[in-house]
């Protein structure tokens, strides 16, 4: 797929945009959704206003703790979640409604933006999406 309809954001990046306009790049399309398990350090709630946090959408204490960042664990980890995420179906449903809509930008604090959880819940929640397309249902 070459374009994505689930954008994914720092939420650091983010908030300095918001606190720096004008910096020549749009914002993320559509509603936000902060998708990490513990608030983002040094991020004020006020900061990410009007974004829903989805925190059951991220992996358990216990994956993230295992995963630890180690790129070299990265596709174990993404198995694991993935197996985490088809256990709780109920968690993704903000998520998919929103992405029925039209686009949405899942916000995560990682620093490695090619190693980290909100690759894989984007990946998984384009998947449901494909397959509910190709089933008819809404």
């Known amino acids: 797929m070459a374009e994505h309809r ?3 954001e720092r ?3 983010e908030v300095r945009a918001e606190k720096h306009p004008g910096q020549g790049e749009d914002p993320p399309p559509g509603p936000r959704f902060l998708v ?3 608030w983002p350090r040094g991020v004020s709630k006020s900061e990410v206003a009007g974004d829903e946090w989805v925190k059951d ?3 358990s204490p216990q994956l993230r703790t ?3 960042h180690d790129p070299d664990r ?3 980890f993404a ?5 985490e995420l088809e256990g709780r179906p109920q968690a993704l449903e903000p998520l998919l409604d929103a992405a029925r809509k039209g686009p949405i930008t899942l916000l995560y604090a990682a620093k490695d933006t090619r190693h980290n959880h909100a690759i894989v819940l984007r990946d998984h929640l384009e998947s449901l999406l494909d397959s509910s397309e190709g089933s008819g249902s809404n």
């Open 6 to 8: 689930i954008h994914l």
């Open 11 to 13: 939420v650091y990046d």
């Open 36 to 38: 990490d398990r513990l």
């Open 57 to 59: 959408a991220a992996p």
């Open 66 to 68: 295992w995963f630890g």
């Open 74 to 76: 990265f596709e174990e």
């Open 79 to 83: 198995n694991r979640y993935r197996t």
